[in-house]
T-cell receptor
Framework: QKEVEQNSGPLSVPEGAIASLNCTYSDRGSQSFFWYRQYSGKSPELIMFIYSNGDKEDGRFTAQLNKASQYVSLLIRDSQPSDSATYLCASLPTPASGTYKYIFGTGTRLKVLA | GAGVSQSPRYKVAKRGQDVALRCDPISGHVSLFWYQQALGQGPEFLTYFQNEAQLDKSGLPSDRFFAERPEGSVSTLKIQRTQQEDSAVYLC?????????????FGPGTRLTVT
């Protein structure tokens, strides 16, 4: 079982709708969680990170973390065609001896239909 | 300022050849990460440096893979005797510590094709 799991999609939503992307993780010791956006043929770019239970909002994006359920989500409000990309979830397990070994999921492909 | 740069952007190697991939991090970023990304997959951690110290190399797939960062800035990932399964995009990321996590900035990647 992969340590960070995402549905590969594609997830299709109409323009203006809310896109909901989900991620589960297996390591209860994981401290921080990250959402990256990756356009086809490009490198990942960080959208936001979260490490406390609850919601964290940044513009049209809201990250949600539920450590008891080992579940992270990303909501994109007012989805735009330019949001069409692969969204990668990543976790940072408990650091030991100064290591920061990030674990990425396989990504969910989002399509926003105009 | 300038972002993370990687060179070459594309590399074709015959099976058995050695390759060297270069990463220039953002100036001042002490931490540097290498990842391998196969088609349709997420990035897989290879190794991590803090300054010149390689603190974690647990993700390197075999002893054919070697990474260095001798002066704590530019890093090189070397792959010896390349195999077809090494074909992937190799991503470098540099970062600074923000709050409780590292905010990583990725370079454009080097696409390696082994024929």
């Amino acid at each position: 079982q992969k340590e960070v799991e995402q549905n590969s999609g594609p997830l299709s939503v109409p323009e203006g709708a809310i896109a909901s992307l989900n991620c589960t993780y297996s390591d209860r010791g994981s401290q921080s969680f990250f959402w990256y956006r990756q356009y086809s043929g490009k490198s990942p770019e960080l959208i936001m990170f979260i490490y406390s239970n609850g919601d964290k909002e940044d513009g049209r994006f809201t990250a949600q973390l539920n450590k008891a359920s080992q579940y992270v989500s990303l909501l994109i409000r007012d989805s735009q065609p330019s949001d069409s990309a692969t969204y990668l979830c990543a976790s940072l397990p408990t650091p030991a001896s100064g290591t920061y070994k990030y674990i990425f999921g396989t990504g969910t492909r989002l399509k926003v239909l105009a | 300022g300038a972002g993370v740069s990687q060179s070459p952007r594309y590399k074709v190697a015959k099976r058995g050849q050695d390759v060297a991939l270069r990463c220039d991090p953002i100036s001042g970023h002490v931490s540097l990460f290498w990842y391998q990304q196969a088609l349709g997959q997420g990035p897989e951690f290879l190794t991590y440096f803090q300054n010149e110290a390689q603190l974690d190399k647990s993700g390197l797939p075999s002893d054919r893979f070697f990474a260095e960062r001798p002066e704590g800035s530019v890093s090189t990932l070397k792959i010896q005797r390349t195999q077809q399964e090494d074909s992937a995009v190799y991503l470098c990321a540099s970062s600074f510590l923000v709050d409780r996590a590292y905010e990583q900035y990725f370079g454009p990647g080097t696409r390696l094709t082994v024929t």
